[in-house]
């Protein structure tokens, strides 16, 4: 099969392709339908893409267009979603979901819950556990996903969104940035709203 990833880190998914026998192309700029006509890809995987892919590419790949996405969705769908799930208390994840016109709402084919020590690790360590987590889970799962052969679920919860804007803003209130324990910056976040809710009229 041949495979186009859209990733700027796509070293595991690579490897897991080589095993398979797939052959595969990296992109990382805005995706065309030229683009890919010209290629003859019959599989894309989306990982750390910034690009929101246009839906008339979508409708032409069907199901075989998926997104790798650090998440336990509906939860925390758009940016930063490791920093919200512990922030907010949602559940943490990894998830591989079908892509649709929406930013991380298409139908979820398999995901996998993850639970970490708020008190010992940082954004990063947590943020490298998930990544390891996701890569691992499309690992095991490549051969039947690119067959079609994992049935895909509509969540019936709405779930969460924060956007790249949210995130920055948050992350500013942080001396260490990502390198910040995760039980010290939900404190910080917990009087952060504090201080707003006290400050409206």
Same mark, same amino acid.
């Given at each position: ?7 700027? =880190?796509?070293?595991? #998914? ?13 992109? @990382? ?21 910034? =690009? ?26 758009? =940016? =930063? ?11 943490? /994840?990894?998830? #591989?979901?079908?892509? %649709?016109?929406?930013? %991380? @709402? ?10 970490? %020590? ?5 954004? &990063? ?13 499309? &690992? ?6 690119? &067959? /079609? ?10 779930? @969460? ?6 995130? %920055? ?33």
């Amino acid at each position: 099969m041949k495979v186009l990833i859209l990733s700027p =880190y796509p070293e595991a #998914i690579i490897k897991t392709l080589k095993i398979s026998n797939d052959t595969f192309f990296t992109y @990382t700029s805005k995706l065309s339908l030229e683009f890919l006509k010209e290629n003859n890809f019959e599989f894309i995987i989306s990982y750390g893409y910034k =690009y929101i892919i246009k839906e008339e590419i979508i409708k032409g790949f069907k199901n075989n267009i998926i997104n790798l996405h650090i998440s336990y969705l509906p939860f925390n769908k758009g =940016y =930063y979603p490791n920093l919200w799930s512990h922030l907010e208390g949602t559940p943490c /994840g990894v998830s #591989i979901h079908k892509i %649709d016109k929406g930013i %991380d @709402t298409g139908e979820i084919l398999i995901q996998k819950k993850c639970f970490f %020590d708020k008190q010992k690790l940082t954004f &990063r360590n947590s943020y490298e556990i998930l990544k390891k987590e996701l890569e691992e889970l499309f &690992r095991e799962n490549w051969e039947l996903l690119k &067959r /079609g052969k994992i049935s895909s679920i509509k969540s019936k919860k709405n779930g @969460t969104f924060r956007s790249k804007i949210e995130g %920055d803003e948050i992350l500013k209130l942080l001396d260490k940035g990502w390198d910040t324990k995760i039980d010290a910056a939900i404190k910080i976040y917990q009087d952060y709203l504090f201080t707003i809710k006290n400050s409206l009229p």
